[in-house]
């Protein structure tokens, strides 16, 4: 009876022993396939020091509905920060109630990626953030119209002067983009159960997450999609070795080739980041898939050729959930008033 014990002890020893050894060796193939943890501490930009006067700038500037010339349309109304920092709608609704042409991507952990927009056309967050005010179906104003507007306000006057100090002339088109990249450094999600377990924390994924991440790598998954962002670093055809339905791949959105009009960029996309994947559906440059078992099909098919089945779709699926990090906690700004000088609404 005693043995019988003892060899008890023994074995769950044993297999726990084995689990751990299973455990680091699959943290290994994690880290050799390139996927890496949200990194801790503010993230520092090129040609942009980040300064807490500008961040706080920058905070104001992404929730003022005045920098549309509607006075409706934020960055927050597509970027949602209470919901995954996207839009949850296929594609995003902006001036006049248009509808452009692509899904709203999260700005959560934008900073990570090669370059910003499915197509990478924009090099970093400064110079992305003076399009959206300008695109005629988002905010539709004009960069002299904005300088108007935040001219027009003494406390944005204060603040501009505070954050970039010894210019002359801070309130510029320019600095108002470079205040915006400057918040939306603080918007990363650290602390995912993924990035606990790769530090070393075994209980912060299920088993079914794991079997979902081994199969992330062995499918292949993993090749288009890694570093910080478990994406966001590379450009890829989207329909690699299938390409998927018009309603999924609109003909008419060519991705890369718009950006370098080269032949073979046709229909390439940024393989997209995965972080925080399961706050924001509906899924891929069209918004047309809702449910992220169903996009992980689509690209079993699109771009490895393999036709996963619902049961492996849904393990990788489980593992994409443990890339839901720590939301920023944000306090909704109160923003500078209006003077009579303020340009007006226009709807
Ligand atoms: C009307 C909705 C709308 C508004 C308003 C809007 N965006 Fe966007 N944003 C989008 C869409 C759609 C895309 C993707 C466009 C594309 O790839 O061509 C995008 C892309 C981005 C990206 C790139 C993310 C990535 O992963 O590539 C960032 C960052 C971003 N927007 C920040 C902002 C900021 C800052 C503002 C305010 C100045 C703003 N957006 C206003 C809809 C909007
Ligand atoms: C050959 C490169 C490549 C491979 C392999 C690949 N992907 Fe992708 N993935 C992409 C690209 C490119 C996109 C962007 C597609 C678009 O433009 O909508 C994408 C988009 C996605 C999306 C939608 C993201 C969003 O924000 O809407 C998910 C989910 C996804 N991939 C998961 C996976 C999974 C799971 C696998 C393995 C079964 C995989 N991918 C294999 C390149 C790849």
């Known amino acids: ?58 905070k104001m500037l992404f929730f003022d509905p005045r920098l549309s010339a509607s006075g409706v349309i934020s960055c ?42 499915w197509d990478g ?10 399009g959206p ?13 904005v300088v108007r507007t935040l001219n027009s306000m003494p406390e944005y006057v204060e603040r501009f002067g505070l954050a970039f100090p010894g210019e002359e002339d801070a309130v510029t088109f320019d600095n108002m983009a470079k205040a915006i990249e400057a918040f939306e450094v603080t918007l990363v999600t650290p602390n995912a159960p993924f990035d606990q377990w790769l530090e070393g924390n075994d209980g912060a ?13 062995d499918k292949g998954c993993a090749a288009c999609h890694s570093g910080v ?18 309603d999924i791949l609109p003909p008419e959105d060519k991705g890369r080739f718009q950006v ?3 032949a073979s960029d046709e229909y390439v996309f940024r393989a997209a980041p995965l972080r925080n994947i399961a706050l924001t559906a509906p899924y ?17 098919t699109a771009q490895l050729g393999t036709q996963l089945s619902d049961d492996e779709a849904a393990t990788i699926a489980a593992f994409l959930e443990a890339l839901t990090g720590e939301q920023p906690t944000i306090e909704y700004p109160t923003l500078p008033l209006e003077t009579d000088a303020t340009p007006k609404p226009r709807l």
């Open 1 to 58: 009876m005693k043995i019988t014990t003892m060899s008890l002890a023994v074995t769950f020893a044993m297999t726990s022993l084995a689990a751990s050894a299973d455990e680091a060796a699959l943290r290994q193939k994690a880290i050799d396939a390139g996927l890496e943890p949200v990194p801790y501490g503010l993230q520092q930009v090129e040609d942009n020091p980040v300064t807490r006067e500008k961040i706080a700038l920058g």
């Open 76 to 117: 927050n109304t597509c970027h949602n920060v209470g919901t995954g920092g996207d839009d949850n709608l296929p594609t995003s609704v902006g001036h006049g109630w248009q509808t452009g042409p692509r899904n709203s991507p999260t700005v959560f952990n934008a900073v990570f990626n090669v370059a910003q927009f």
């Open 121 to 130: 056309r924009a090099e970093d967050l400064k110079a992305q953030a003076k």
């Open 133 to 145: 005010v300008q695109a005629g179906v988002e905010m539709a104003n004009e960069p002299e119209q």
């Open 205 to 217: 994924m299920s088993d079914e997450q794991k079997a979902g991440l081994e199969l992330f790598i």
């Open 229 to 246: 962002n478990i994406g966001g670093q590379d450009y890829y055809p989207f329909g690699l070795i299938k390409r998927p339905g018009a």
């Open 260 to 262: 370098t009009e080269t």
């Open 284 to 300: 891929f440059h069209s918004g047309q898939i809702w449910d992220l078992e169903q996009a992980v099909a689509v690209m079993g």
